[in-house]
C-alpha cells in the first residue's frame, strides 16, 4: 500500500470533543428525558449507542490484506447511523449525491430554492411529519407553475418541471428550524414527437420571488389553518419538550414573528418570518459541471441525513 503513494490511518473517534461529550453526558440525557415523560424516541437512543462503537475496534473490526504488498489492516466497524455519526453522515452524503449526479439529474442549469419558516409554523411542522410533506408539495406546486407561466411567456408551451428536494430539520447550530433546499432546473421539459427536450429560461427577477413568497406563504398557512394546526400548543412530553427548547424563541406560541430581515440580497424574500432564497444557481454555460452540481447536493445532503430526507419531485404536474 505504501507503493501507492498512501498511507490507511484509522480515524480515532473516542479522540473527539463530540465522542466525549456524548459518551459523559448520555446517561444523564437519558435520565432527564425519562423524568420529563415518555422519554427519548428508540431510534435516538440507539444512534447514539450505536456511535459510541463507530470506528472502534474493541467493538468489532474486519482484517484487510493488500495481495501486493502483503500488509494487512484492521478496518473497525462503523455504526452507519443517520443522526450523530459525522463520518456515517459524510460517507452516505456522498454516495447520495454521487448517484444524483450521475443517474438522477439531467444536464441543464439548476437553481436552489430554499423556503424557511417562522417560529411558530416550525414548531407545527415539526411535530407533524405528514404536514411537512404536505407542505413540501405545496411549495412545490407553486415553483413548477411559476416555471410554466413563465415558459409561457417566452413561447414554450406544455412545459414540465421537476425538482430534487431536501428537508431539513435542524439549523447549523443544532437549533429546531425545518427548511427546504429544492434543486430545481432553470427551465421546462417539453415533449415532443423526438422525445423530450429541456427549454431554458432566464433567471427569475427579484419581483417574481417576493410574488412566489405571497403565494407560498398563503398557500402554507391556509393549508395549516385547514388542518387544524394554528395555533400551534406547547409541548406535551420529553421529546417535545427538547424540541420546543432548541427553537429558542422569545414569542408566544400563538404570536406572529416580526422580526426584522436580514439584509436583503438578490433573489431573497421576506415575508413575516417566511423567507425563500433563489441566489444559489448553476448556470447555462456550467450546465456540463458535474462537480459544481455535487457541491450544491453535498451540503444540504450533509445536514439532511441526520436530521431530515431526500424527496424527489421529477415532476409534480
Given amino acids: 500500500m505504501e507503493e501507492r503513494g498512501w498511507e490507511y490511518r ?63 489492516l484492521l478496518v473497525a466497524f462503523s455504526c452507519k447511523g443517520r443522526g450523530v455519526c459525522p463520518s456515517c453522515n459524510a460517507k452516505r452524503a456522498q454516495v447520495t ?6 443517474q438522477v439529474l439531467p444536464r441543464v442549469p439548476y437553481r436552489q430554492w430554499t423556503l424557511s419558516f417562522p417560529h411558530r409554523v416550525r414548531w407545527v411542522l415539526r411535530k407533524d411529519v405528514r404536514l411537512l410533506s404536505d407542505v413540501l408539495t405545496a411549495f412545490l406546486r407553486a415553483v413548477f407553475a411559476q416555471q410554466r407561466r413563465r415558459a409561457r411567456r417566452q413561447g414554450i408551451r406544455h412545459g414540465q ?45 427579484q419581483g417574481e420571488v417576493e410574488r412566489l413568497l405571497r403565494v407560498v406563504r398563503h398557500r402554507v398557512l391556509r393549508l395549516l389553518e385547514k388542518r387544524g394546526a394554528l395555533p400551534a400548543q406547547g409541548p406535551e412530553d420529553a421529546r417535545q419538550a427538547y424540541q420546543a427548547h432548541s427553537l429558542q424563541q422569545r414569542l408566544r406560541w400563538t404570536e406572529v414573528d416580526v422580526r426584522l430581515p436580514p439584509r436583503k440580497q438578490p433573489r431573497c424574500a421576506f415575508l413575516e418570518g417566511f423567507s425563500l432564497h433563489a441566489n444559489t444557481h448553476l448556470h447555462a454555460n456550467h450546465a456540463n459541471d458535474r462537480q459544481g452540481l455535487g457541491a450544491l447536493c453535498i451540503m444540504p445532503l450533509f445536514l439532511e441525513m441526520g436530521f431530515g430526507m431526500a424527496a424527489p419531485a421529477w415532476p409534480i404536474p
Fill in 10 to 72: 484509522r480515524r480515532q473517534p473516542e479522540g473527539t470533543v463530540l465522542y466525549e461529550a456524548v459518551r459523559e453526558n448520555l446517561a444523564t440525557l437519558l435520565a432527564e428525558a425519562g423524568e420529563l415523560g415518555r422519554g427519548l424516541p428508540r431510534y435516538v437512543e440507539r444512534d447514539f449507542a450505536r456511535y459510541l462503537e463507530c470506528g472502534v475496534l474493541a467493538h468489532g473490526f474486519a482484517q484487510v490484506r493488500c495481495e501486493s504488498c502483503k500488509d494487512e
Fill in 97 to 102: 449525491a454521487v448517484h444524483l449526479v450521475e
Fill in 161 to 205: 418541471a421537476g425538482a430534487v428536494s431536501f428537508i431539513q430539520l435542524f439549523g447549523s447550530a443544532l437549533q429546531v428550524t425545518p427548511h427546504f433546499h429544492s434543486l430545481v432546473p432553470d427551465g421546462v421539459c417539453v415533449p415532443g414527437e423526438g422525445g423530450v427536450r429541456f427549454e431554458a429560461l432566464p433567471p427569475p427577477t
